[in-house]
């Protein structure tokens, strides 16, 4: 089974404020394979990105994707108040796996 | 408009059997599978397993085989996750998704609202 890894667990930033997430994975994931989900408190995770860097329907052009093999990396260009959430990366390969999440909250 | 719907919360005591639905709407039902994530209280998201209501083929997260049902009626378009004797390590949220697959790309959209479970003496 595929781990993923995610760092950092926690990220303090401001609004305006630029993040970066990361998501490591213990063997090689194809990058079509590979999504992002924002989940807020009290409710469902939502799609963000899809094979590594395409934004779902309806997600602004802040958010973009990237990366390949085991490295991805989420980046929010420039924070809204309504993105301080959790995000989770998933892989499918022989099976799905989630990574354990990063908290983004404001400082 | 795509729609996943989920029952509504449940409080069972230990030992007690239980099965929460997720119905589809606004989609070919019968033409993409539906997964069912867990998410224990304060916790991340793990994946169960999925159901492909076309012909009911069925996998399973290693963690949750044998420990769970998933099952479908396409005549009513609606999934199900079933347990036959519930443990209060069985408290948590339970998440339907359609799992999407598209050309080389694969991913889990859109999400029910979740089922809230509890289960306590």
């Known amino acids: ?107 | 408009e795509v729609q996943l719907v989920q029952s509504g919360a449940e409080v069972k005591k230990p030992g007690e059997s239980l099965k929460i639905s997720c119905k589809g709407s606004g989609y070919s039902f019968t033409s993409y599978w539906i997964g069912w994530v867990r998410q224990m209280p304060g916790k991340g998201l793990e994946w169960m397993g999925i159901i492909y209501p076309g012909d009911s083929d069925t996998r399973y997260s290693p963690s949750f085989q044998g420990q769970v049902t998933i099952s479908a009626d396409k005549s009513i378009s609606t999934a199900y996750l079933q347990w036959s004797s519930l443990k209060a390590s069985d408290t948590a949220m339970y998440y339907c998704a359609r799992w999407t697959i598209y050309g080389d790309y694969v991913w889990f959209d859109p999400w029910g609202q979740g089922t809230l479970v509890t289960v306590s003496s």
């Open chain 1, 1 to 107: 089974e595929i781990v993923l890894t995610q760092s950092p667990g926690t990220l303090s930033l401001s609004p305006g404020e630029r993040a970066t997430l990361s998501c490591r994975a213990s063997q090689s994931v194809s990058s079509s394979y590979l999504a992002w989900y924002q989940q807020k408190p009290g409710q469902a995770p939502r799609l963000l990105i899809y094979g590594a860097s395409s934004r779902a329907t309806g997600i602004p052009d802040r958010f973009s994707g990237s990366g390949s093999g085991t490295d991805f990396t989420l980046t929010i260009s420039r924070l809204e108040p309504e993105d301080f959430a959790v995000y989770y990366c998933q892989q499918y390969g022989s099976s799905v796996t989630f990574g354990p999440g990063t908290k983004v909250d404001i400082k």
